[in-house]
């Protein structure tokens, strides 16, 4: 079992930035790749950007350029920081990991919202 914390959300300006954290615990050792979905109200749940266990990064497009996904395995913590932020990026944030037993595991999400 593995436990998804994440942290770091809040009220940003648009042009602003934030970093996101996603805190694991439980059985950390068989954790393969991370990812940070989001998803707004009425839409499903977006793929935002994934690591792997050995840092080969993919980025949505919208965001790529943007955010920069980074993962710290000794703080068995993974990292969304997040540039230039638009009002669009809007969305409840959530960490999800991958194991190497075909587990699926999910945050409980954070809210992000951007306005001025």
């Known amino acids: 079992q593995v436990q998804l914390v994440e942290s770091g959300g809040g009220l940003v300006q648009p042009g602003g930035s934030l970093r996101l954290s996603c805190a694991a615990s439980?059985?950390?050792?068989?954790?393969?790749?991370m990812r940070w979905y989001r998803q707004t109200p009425g839409k499903e749940r977006e793929l935002v950007a994934s690591?792997?266990?050995?840092?080969?990064?993919n980025y949505a497009d919208s965001t790529k350029g943007r955010f920069t996904i980074s993962r710290d395995n000794a703080k068995n913590t993974v990292y969304l920081q997040m540039n230039s932020l638009k009002p669009e990026d809007t969305a409840v944030y959530y960490c999800h990991a991958d194991t190497v037993v075909g587990g699926r595991f999910w945050g409980q999400g954070t809210q992000v919202t951007v306005s001025s």
């Open positions: 439980g059985s950390i050792f068989r954790i393969t790749t």
């Open positions: 690591i792997t266990s050995g840092g080969t990064t």
